[in-house]
């Protein structure tokens, strides 16, 4: 019996629809699955329906994008990638409603600018294209994968990997920072629309180039700042973890007494992952459950 509590819809950058997920969740063999796109709930509906008809459990969920900066203590730069899941969401929140929109709004601010960066370095790419794209899929959330997508259908790169090695990952020639949330606004969202928060992939908060002694006492301390802003979970297995960071992982969750959770991070064709592959057992997703009853009896009564 096993879940996976991270994955994408063509909502943002996956190539499946939040219709087909659900089918594709039991095909694998899954007895629950979190939808989590980036910064939208707009795939949750129409997925919580499909999930409804194909017999399987589903929890709504959103990933959101952070600034690691300013949660840091000083004595440590975090320059990776701080993205916190929220599982259990109400889709119509207004709080996340309101994040959603600023981060549309950031992403679209960025986005031709990569494609400026790109034309400048002699690739012939318009924006429109990337729009195209994004509109035949149905989605607002416009990422780097929708531009990497247009450079794999021009020929220009061979594959998504090569795309973002050479021209738009981070330290790329054509790599733009966009706005993202303070944590704490992050969760304080998360936590306004009735869901739990997650610290998702901790392998990407960048800190790895690190000694293994350093980065498990900074990771410690970062996370720690994380649970004083709210943070309930972190999570343990994502398919960027090697088996020695998922047992770190699982140990500071424990020390701090936060939720362990787990997902593949499935992006249908665009990443070489395959849903459900992290066999979570259903007994992580029961325990955030429990979690998450225990406080709504509690602002109940
Ligand atoms: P954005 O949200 O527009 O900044 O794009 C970030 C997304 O790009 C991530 O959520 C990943 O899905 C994808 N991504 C990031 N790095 C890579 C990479 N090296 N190869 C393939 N996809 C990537
Ligand atoms: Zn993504
Ligand atoms: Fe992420
Ligand atoms: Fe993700």
Redesign the pocket.
């Known amino acids: 019996m096993y879940c996976d509590l991270h994955m ?1 819809s063509t909502a ?2 996956g190539t499946d629809t939040p219709q087909d997920l659900p089918a594709l969740a039991k095909a694998a063999g899954l007895s629950a699955f979190a939808l989590t796109d ?2 939208t709930t707009e795939g949750l509906p129409a997925c919580a329906e499909a999930s409804e008809a194909v017999g399987i459990t589903f929890v709504p969920g959103i ?1 959101v ?1 952070a600034d690691p900066g300013p949660a840091t203590d000083g004595q440590f730069d975090c320059r990776g ?1 701080l ?1 916190i899941l929220g599982l259990f969401v109400r889709h119509d929140d207004e709080k996340l409603a309101v994040i959603s929109e600023r981060m549309a709004a950031a ?1 679209d601010e ?2 031709p600018a990569i494609v400026e960066r790109l034309r400048a370095l002699g690739v012939a790419i318009e924006y429109a294209e990337v729009e195209s794209l994004a509109a035949e899929q149905g989605t607002r ?8 997508q247009v450079l794999i259908d021009k020929g220009v790169v061979g594959d ?2 090569e ?3 050479r021209f ?3 330290g790329g020639p054509a790599y733009e920072r ?1 706005d993202r949330l303070h944590p704490q606004d992050a969760i304080d969202a998360i936590h306004h629309a009735g869901g739990l928060a997650v610290l998702a992939h901790p392998i990407q908060l960048g800190l790895r180039e690190l000694s293994s002694d350093l980065y498990a006492s900074y990771l410690r301390r970062f996370v720690a700042s994380l649970r004083e802003m709210g943070l309930d979970a972190i999570e343990v297995r994502h398919s960027d973890h090697t088996p020695a960071h998922t047992s770190l992982y699982q140990t500071v969750a424990e020390e701090l007494g936060l939720l362990a959770s787990g997902g593949s ?1 499935y ?1 249908g064709d ?2 070489p992952v395959e849903l459900g592959s992290q066999a979570v057992p259903m007994a992580v997703l029961e325990a955030m459950q429990r979690e998450r009853t225990q406080r709504s009896e509690q602002a109940v009564g």
């Open positions: 994408h943002s950058d980036h910064d990933e994008s990638t993205h992403r960025r986005n959330i416009i990422g780097r994968p929708h531009i990497g998504m990997a795309a973002f090695r738009i990952g981070r966009r991070d992006h665009r990443k």
